[in-house]
Structure formats: structure tokens, C-alpha cells
């Protein structure tokens, strides 16, 4: 076992919307991965996690990496980039020359870091034929930044289970807890660590419903989910705002 200590970087992918512990905070899939670890580790594993939702990229390795470097930890997991491709604003030209910079930072400073591509979560939202080339585009250079600097990839796009709304939150973007669960384990396996393999257990992808009731649960979730989003992009509010990282220092991982 290599990893004494381990930061987690990223959005509310990483802060584990929405896998909710007992007193309502999140837990997600890097908690359940720092759980693992420190079993295999001891009691002296370190575990922050730093992610915060409704991060773009910059703020990202603005206010996230640099905390992260300072740790000096064995592993890093970085995951930015999603709530980027869904603005108007992203400019691929900026962004694949920064994505590359940043895992070069975070690998030379001696540690491992995984990447992920991202499941597709774009097939049940609205928009498709602008966002989806975007995520194409974020998964492509995300498998060729992990090959170039040595970086542990974990590929969710490739794997078909994600297409199961049941490993998704009624907002129809962040995981649910089993989502959650299944990368802990896809991340686990990449690092050659063994896990529960419940976590990889999914439940039967559920039977469509008929085209009227469709229709009312797309208009229950535009009204509870993408209109306040849409209110944040024209007011300039993130969901992030007055948020701070549930993880901020690196220290021992506590048992569930």
C-alpha cells in the first residue's frame, strides 16, 4: 500500500452530491475511496477533501490546487471541467493547454493523481446537440493528459451501466448514492485496491414510464431544477457560493 494521504480536487462531482450521510452532508464516492484506503493504510492515513460544487475550471486551480500541492500527499484525484462545458463562454482553445499545465503541476510534485472521464449524463438533458461534442471533447483530452503525464485514468463514459437513471439524482446530474458507490469502486480498481463488491451492484434499470407520465416528470424537473439553474447563470450565483470544502485539512479519515 503506496498512499499514506490522499486530496481530492474538483466540483460536486468530488464533493459527492448528492450521497447523503445521516446529518445531511455529503459523502460521495472520494469518501468512500479515503475510507478504503485507510483501512489498507492504518490509522495514520490523511484524507482532505477539497472540492466544493458549482466549481468551474479556474476556480478550481485557483483556490484548490495550490492547497492541494502545499499537502504534498501521494495521491491526488482531479476532476474539473463538466460545469465548464455547460456555459456558453468555454473556449476549448484555453481550455486543453490549461487541463495539461495543471496535471503536469499536480504530477510533478511527486504525486499520483487519477483523472476521470465522465459518464455521460447528457442523454436525459435538454441541449444535447451543443453539450455533448463539449464532453466529447473534455473526455478526449482528459484520456490523452492521463497518457502523456502518467495519470490514472478511470473511464466512466465507457461503461453503459451510467445510462441507468437510477444511478443519478432526481436533478439528473449529480449521482445518486449507488452512482456514487460504482466509481468508489471503478477508482478502487484502477488503483489495484479491492473493494465491497456491493458497491458495484445495480439495480434493475427501471421499465420506461408511458409518454404522458415522461412528459410530467420533465416538466416537475425543469421547474425544481433547471429553472433555478438557469436564475444562477443570469444572476451570475453559483451553487457553490458561501460553501467551503467539508474536508479542508488533511488529517485522519473518521469511520462511518
Not at 495514520?44 to 475550471?57: E, H, P, S, V
Not at 449524463?121 to 484520456?143: F, I, T
Not at 449521482?175 to 445495480?202: F, I, K, M, P, Y
Request: charged share 25%; with cysteine.
Amino acid at each position: 500500500m503506496r498512499w499514506r494521504s490522499y486530496v481530492a480536487v474538483g466540483d460536486s462531482f468530488t464533493e459527492g452530491m448528492d450521497d447523503a450521510y445521516p446529518d445531511g452532508s455529503y459523502r460521495g464516492w472520494a469518501d468512500l475511496v479515503a475510507t478504503r484506503l485507510a483501512a489498507e493504510a492504518g490509522p495514520d492515513f490523511g484524507y482532505a477533501n477539497l472540492a466544493i460544487r458549482g466549481r468551474l475550471f479556474p476556480n478550481v486551480v485557483a483556490e484548490q490546487v495550490p492547497s492541494a500541492l502545499a499537502m504534498k500527499p501521494d495521491l491526488i484525484s482531479f476532476a474539473a471541467g463538466g460545469n465548464d462545458v455547460l456555459r456558453r463562454s468555454f473556449d476549448p482553445g484555453a481550455f486543453v493547454p490549461r487541463f495539461d499545465s495543471v496535471v503536469q503541476r499536480l504530477r510533478s510534485g511527486g504525486s499520483d493523481v487519477v483523472l476521470f472521464r465522465f459518464a455521460d449524463v447528457m442523454s436525459r438533458l435538454p441541449g444535447q446537440r451543443m453539450m455533448a461534442p463539449r464532453v466529447a471533447l473534455l473526455n478526449r483530452v482528459v484520456g490523452e493528459v492521463a497518457e502523456r503525464h502518467g495519470a490514472i485514468l478511470v473511464d466512466l463514459y465507457s461503461d453503459d451501466t451510467y445510462l441507468n437513471p437510477l444511478l443519478w439524482s432526481t436533478d439528473r446530474i449529480h449521482l445518486s448514492a449507488e452512482g456514487h458507490r460504482r466509481v468508489a469502486a471503478q477508482v478502487l480498481t484502477a488503483l489495484g485496491v479491492g473493494c465491497d463488491e456491493e458497491w458495484l451492484l445495480v439495480p434493475p434499470h427501471p421499465a420506461p414510464s408511458p409518454w404522458l407520465a415522461a412528459r410530467a416528470a420533465d416538466l416537475r424537473w425543469a421547474g425544481k431544477h433547471l429553472a433555478p439553474w438557469i436564475k444562477r447563470r443570469l444572476t451570475g450565483r453559483s451553487s457553490g457560493d458561501f460553501v467551503t470544502a467539508k474536508r479542508p485539512v488533511l488529517g485522519p479519515v473518521e469511520a462511518d
